[in-house]
């Protein structure tokens, strides 16, 4: 989920091939631009990984079904994902912030001939993933290096039926990108009926979440929040994603899966999700802050 700067070395235990880290199981490290990055393979499971970034979780994928989805910030947004349409429809997606590819990978395999764009400032980790977990050389998805919003802003007006957004540095998402002024330029790049994903991190007292879900409405007509029931109830920090469209959103359908989750989460809507907002302010480009870091022992 997030990138913190460098805690130590790394260059000692440079990235193997794909193939030689698929065969050795064991974990592979390297020094990259957000940090420590660590591919730690799952014992549980022949061919899971695990990807994290000075010691925080980032992603996680399974070479052999990548379909599986352990995180469950992750699984809301393949719910998002399977319903954003009539099932293998192949989709034009822009994910904002790459990691691992998980759920690029995700929605090549569950919409075959989809066309994805990533973008991911990281270069160094992109490099990691691609030698060490390689994706499938068929699946229509460009990696572009690029910060966030710069990358969107190459993307043509009306391009993409689903643009997601994941993107940490140093466990925080950017505060350029939780703006009016960017939020604008994802209504942009989205075709009519294309929807809005995003992973958000807050904590009591959910100030951070309020904003962004204000600022959100403030460009978007339909909104929608998944979130752990202890995290709506600021009992503890923790992930919510937020999905905007200018369509009715596919709110009975998520409801269903996020009940049936190994980690059941709550959907909120309509006059709850507005209350819960409590009378929050947009947050524009010369206002923004950085969302709030986790607190200490937040990820072990």
Request: charged residues 25%; hydrophobic residues 40%; glycine residues 12%.
């Amino acid at each position: 989920m997030g990138r913190a700067r460098a805690a130590g070395g790394g260059r000692g235990q440079a990235a193997r091939s794909g193939r030689e880290a698929r065969h050795a199981r064991e974990a592979v490290a390297e020094q990259v631009g957000g940090g420590l990055a660590r591919l730690d393979p799952d014992p549980d499971r022949p061919h899971g990984w695990t990807l994290l970034l000075d010691g925080a979780p980032q992603s996680y994928v399974d070479l052999d079904d990548p379909a599986h989805l352990a995180f469950a910030y992750q699984r809301r947004l393949g719910h998002v994902i399977d319903l954003a349409a009539e099932p293998k429809r192949p989709l034009r997606a822009v994910h904002l912030g790459g990691g691992a590819l998980t759920l690029a990978r995700y929605l090549a395999a569950t919409r075959p001939r989809s066309t994805q764009q990533v973008v991911e400032v990281d270069t160094a980790l992109t490099g990691l993933v691609r030698r060490t977990l390689p994706w499938d050389a068929g699946a229509r998805i460009r990696v572009r290096g690029a910060d966030a919003r710069e990358g969107l802003g190459r993307v043509p007006d009306g391009w993409a039926d689903l643009v997601v957004a994941d993107v940490f540095s140093g466990a925080r998402t950017p505060a350029h990108l939780g703006t009016v002024e960017f939020l604008a330029d994802v209504r942009r790049v989205l075709a009519p009926g294309g929807l809005y994903a995003a992973n958000l991190t807050d904590g009591p007292p959910l100030a951070h979440l309020r904003a962004q879900i204000a600022t959100a409405h403030a460009v978007f007509p339909e909104l929608c929040l998944t979130a752990d029931p202890a995290v709506l109830r600021g009992r503890r920090f923790g992930n919510a994603v937020l999905l905007a469209g200018d369509r009715p959103l596919p709110v009975a359908g998520l409801t269903r899966r996020a009940a049936g989750d190994p980690h059941p989460a709550r959907v909120e809507h309509g006059r709850a999700l507005a209350d819960f907002t409590g009378g929050a302010a947009p947050v524009k480009d010369a206002t923004a802050r950085p969302s709030p870091a986790p607190p200490p022992g937040t990820f072990g």
